[in-house]
């Protein structure tokens, strides 16, 4: 199992694990006919767009072999804070260690960075997640946000712990 930085030519890579790991963890979260909407070639061309813009302290890495899983790091909210973006491992490849050596690759990214502590915001009815992330020592600070931006509410939790 190798981390490396993602490139541009990660972007379909990218793309199928977003949107895979989308309609795979979120079934019965969010509404089915969004997560039948979703398109690999949409977001492979968003992939493209972010990846031509990412400065540090932002930084994506990528779970090999091929693009099995990525982890999407930078600044947080908060001066002090560093921020997990996104952690998304295929379905196929869940269980197997890459999320935890991603989460640890992209700490160590924020640590690099200077940041003392870290946030992230976790769908609230997303049990498995949760569940991932306080094994790993984060813990809900009371923080919670809805985004309707996608045309339906979403319940989020932020998550934090210390780096």
Do not use: C, K
């Not at 899983?69 to 997990?84: L, P, R, W």
């Not at 306080?134 to 809805?146: I, K, Q």
Request: no cysteine; hydrophobic share 45%; glycine share 12%.
């Amino acid at each position: 199992m190798t981390i490396r930085p993602a490139v541009p030519d990660d972007a379909d890579g990218l793309a199928e694990v977003h949107v895979r790991t989308w309609q795979s963890a979120y079934r019965g979260l969010i509404p089915q006919a969004y997560l039948d909407g979703l398109s690999v070639a949409d977001r492979a061309r968003q992939w493209r767009e972010w990846l031509g813009r990412i400065s540090p302290p932002r930084a994506v890495l990528v779970l090999e072999p091929g693009v099995s899983g990525f982890i999407t790091v930078g600044a947080g909210d908060e001066d002090e804070a560093g921020h997990v973006y996104a952690l998304y491992v295929l379905p196929e490849r869940q269980g197997l260690g890459g999320g935890r050596a991603l989460m640890a690759a992209g700490l160590a990214e924020l640590v690099a960075a200077g940041f003392s502590v870290a946030t992230l915001w976790v769908l609230d009815s997303n049990l498995a997640a949760r569940r991932f992330y306080e094994a790993g020592g984060w813990h809900p600070d009371g923080a919670t946000l809805v985004d309707e931006s996608r045309g339906f509410p979403i319940t989020e939790v932020r998550y934090r712990r210390a780096l």
